[in-house]
């Protein structure tokens, strides 16, 4: 066929009617572009405008090119010709793209004959031009930067060598749209939450929810020059947040709306008013109905629970509460953890039940696992407490561990280990065991443990240093004659009016120097010898822990109850099973011994 010389605003439509024309196929056909020129028609054009040039932003802004109103065509002369393969470059490659067609990528297959010979740079100049024409795209306006990307994959071949896997290369870039921000709701105080849980607790300015507004977005236009239009964004929660503004607080930028709460507690939503609520009243609490209620102690809620169906516990198994204060008037189910500064619970707790009470416990039957810093139990079987005071009502068998304990009625098989005072008002029961331990509390092993171990510190530097103080104080005596005489030297030269030798001084100098250094060590080793001292007092007096306890019974043993006193010291263990009428059991110093003094 012969060349086909035309001009035209669609290159893809041109090259199918002459491939149909000429019964050839699309890819049998090439073209050279012979000349090109952008038109535009703006906001304030009536007739199409011709661009000098490939910057659209010298004749308008951004914001006009970006509008539907800005129209945008090219107008191309080219010659159609048969495609023949070039004797010696051979450029391969694929086009892709992103999903608005503002980002266009030449893969180059490694398998490109590209030689650094004259002429390669237009010839891939052209090459991409006409792939691009082919495929819809504008050129100039898009690709001012293709000189550079061309010259920059010039320079990679003649650093490295050919091609071992695919090179993109960026052939156009147009204005990408920015896509519309739909409004949201970010609920801050869920992202904390733990699965399945009830209750969101909340502190003073605890920022607890935000709305943020929507975001208008920014329409692009592609690479082929259509318009790229976003569309509104979504306002979907505007009006969906009520809140109760005796509770929580609004912050408002041009972002967002940020919802801060004013008083501590958990976050509630009554009549479709979010609100922070302090009291909470259940029926019934059950991992399946309610899940777990973990707020956190430190902040003010206060959870009550009445009683469940018959049958059931109020608090069912498996569910943990972590509030403030904690009421529930019936039963505590098994595998339940409770952590709370108050709790009263009016019925019973499993034997598989933990609860941590930073203050008061208050229950009716115990037979779990109970750490508090006063308990007051009515009922305890074989549950176990660990607290700094205890009081009991009715003990059957379990464990107590406490610095004060009472208890009104002890029955069997019980063990109570103490560090002040244990006062049993009746036994009923044998095989019960009082006990004064100190070791066994916890706060006073954490005092002695420091203790002990500052002291043995203490002790070992006293020692080091005693050593090293010995060494010097024996090496300055050595030096002390020399010293002397150097002395009498500098003496007589000065007497003679003569300048004293320079090292004479010098060693005189470190000399004293060396004393006063010893000197102040001597000070220093004395402070840390009364240091030790100190610690020992402190010692002395924690190791006569058990001297100051007391075991107190009101009626007459029967001689089945054993009493133990604990040396925290030593560990030697004083035990006696009394018979008759001794109120009061305690130890006393005897000399280097304690022995047993009863009271009746």
Known sequence: MQSITISTYNIPDELKKIALQEHVSLDALTFDLLYYQTQYKGIVDEEWKALDGDDLEQITTEVEIRSKIFLLRQEYQIRVYPAAPHPHFDLRFSIAYNKYRTKIVAVIDPTSKIPLKKGIQEYLKETIYRKKLRNGYMIGITDQ???????????????????????????????????????????????????????????????????????????????????????????????????????????????????????????????????????????????????????????????????????????????????????????????????ACEVTIGAQTHKKSLIEVQENATIHLHRGNLKAKNATINILEAGTIEAETVYVKNMSGGEIIAQRVIIEILYSNAKITALE??????????????????????????????????????????????????????????????????????????????????????????????????????????????????????????????????????????????IQFIDPKTQKIHAVSPHGKVTHIRLRKEGDEKKFFFES
């Open 145 to 339: 930067t293709l000189d550079q990307e061309i010259k920059a994959l010039l320079l990679k071949i003649q650093k490295e060598g050919p091609f071992n896997a695919p090179y993109r290369l960026p052939i156009a870039t147009f204005y990408s749209p920015t896509p519309p921000t739909n409004d949201n709701i970010i609920l801050h105080y869920k992202k904390i939450a733990r699965e399945n849980n009830l209750v969101d607790g909340v502190e003073v300015d605890d920022l607890i929810f935000e709305y943020i507004f929507a975001v208008n977005g920014i329409d692009g236009r592609s690479c082929t020059g259509e318009h790229i239009y976003v569309g509104e964004p979504l306002i979907r929660y505007q009006h969906a947040l009520g809140v109760d503004h005796q509770t929580i607080r609004a912050e408002e930028d041009h972002h967002s709306i940020r919802f801060y709460a004013t008083k501590s507690g958990y976050i509630e939503r009554k009549n479709g008013v979010f609100t922070v609520s302090h009291d909470l009243i259940l029926k019934s609490a059950s991992f399946k109905s309610t899940g777990s209620m973990e707020a956190g102690q430190e902040k003010e809620i206060n959870i009550k629970i009445g009683e469940g169906e018959d049958g059931e516990d109020a608090v069912g198994s498996g569910v943990n509460i972590d509030v403030q204060t904690l009421d529930v008037k019936g039963t505590i189910g098994s595998n339940t953890k409770i952590q």
């Open 421 to 562: 005072s244990i006062e049993i008002r009746n036994i009923e029961g044998n095989g019960n065991e009082l006990i004064i331990n100190p070791r066994a509390i916890p706060s006073y092993l954490d005092q002695i443990s420091v203790l002990e171990s500052e002291l043995a510190s203490k002790q070992f530097e006293v020692q080091q240093k005693g050593k090293d103080y010995l060494q010097k104080e024996i090496a300055l005596q050595e030096q002390h004659v020399r010293i002397k005489k150097t002395m009498e030297n500098i003496k007589k030269a000065t007497q003679e009016n003569r300048l004293p030798n320079k090292a004479d001084k010098i060693r005189v100098m470190q000399y004293k120097h060396a004393v006063t250094t010893l000197h102040n060590e001597k000070i220093m080793i004395k402070a840390h010898e009364e240091a030790i001292h100190a610690f020992e007092h402190k010692l002395d007096k924690l190791y006569d822990a058990d001297l100051h306890a007391i075991v107190t019974y009101h009626k007459e043993y029967n001689g089945n109850t054993r």
